[in-house]
Structures are given as structure tokens and as C-alpha cells.
């Protein structure tokens, strides 16, 4: 049976980034201008939401080679429809996202559609901010990212306490006087001790440091991984 590709609308495109949070789900990466949506059972022709899920262009080459299996998209797709429920039940607003155009690019996989024209929402932060630092920001996206991860581990532990991404940014206004990313880099180091501290607390924090494993890479690291 010959399978057509059909266009994703470019609501459904919407839906799907927000889902998302604008970042890879693999890797979180931000670069919306490499997304790429992936047909979760193979059928390019079966564009029902529960079927797609976005990717960054690397993770989903990694997909279609099978370097992330099958199970780990479907894990990644259950665990993204259930923060984005928990996102929309806390109250925080959805990411607004423009999808101006779509392409469809048939050169590399039977599974891709190129998005194009996607943009991320621009917030600007002042000079000197966490936020104006690409590297402090990265680094304290991909810290925060981690910490939502544990307390996501955490739950399979027993740990039934409901949490957001809104609550640890909060704390952390509690905690410094201002939001996260428009604190001043000089309090970088406290906020990425603060961070850690709240890792290394987690039910998986504390096995993984018995275990001897790294809970997260240190700032240095993220800036050679990421050429900053
Ligand atoms: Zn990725």
C-alpha cells in the first residue's frame, strides 16, 4: 500500500512546537530553524497529533537510524502530553509560536517535513543579565531542564509532591530579589549553586551521587560541548 505524505497544517505545527516547549525534546535544543517533525509510526500520511512529534534535525537523523528507538519516542511523546496537561493545569500560559510557512523536504528521510520560517519567542534581557549571556543562559536552561528531569524521576520513586517549571523560577525570585534570567551575571555562581543543590536533593540526585554518577556537567563542560 503506497503511503502519501500529507501536509501538516500549520495549527497542528503550532500545537506540536508548544507541546514541545520550542526545544528538542531529545537534546533541548532551542533552534527552532532545524525542527523537523517525525512520523511516530512510520506512516507519512498519518498526521493525527498523537502520531508526530518534533525534533531537531540531529535527533531526528538519530531517530531514523535508530539511534533513539522506537520506545524512546513514545516515551518522549507520553512524558511531553503530560507536562504540557500539568503546564496548562498550573496555570502557565502556552508558548506563542508563529509557523509562517511549511516545506516538505524529501531528500533525507521518508519521515521528515522541514519547518521553515519558525521563529522562538524574543524576550530581551538587559545588558549584563543571566539572560544576555548565552552561555550562563544555556547553562542555566540545561540545569533547570535537569532538575525538572529528577523531579519527573522522582515521581517513579514515590515522590507524589506536584511541581512546574514555574515553581523553581519562582523560588528563585524568592531567593535572589529578581526573575531568573534578569538577575546579574555577577550572581551566576549562586544561582547555578542554588540550582545544583536542588539536583543533588532529588531522590535521583542523592542515588546517582551514591552511585558515583555525575548529576549534570559543570558550566566549563557546557561551554566546550557547545563551542561558547
Ligand atoms: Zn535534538
Redesign the pocket.
Known sequence: MVRTRKTISALKQKQLLQEADSQ??????RDVSTFEFHHIDGDPSNNDLNNLIV??S???TRITKGCLSEADVVTKKRELCWTLQTRRNTGQTAVNVNVTSSSFRGDIAQTITKISGVRAPRIVHPPNSVGANLAMKGYIDYLIARYFDYRKADRSYGRKTRFSHAVIHRRIQKEFGAKTFFLPESSFGNLVAFLTRHIDETIQGRRNGSGGIQNYHSFEEHCLKHNL
Not at 528538542?24 to 535544543?29: A, T
Open positions: 528538542c525534546p531529545f537534546c533541548r535544543d525534533a531537531c540531529s535527533c531526528h
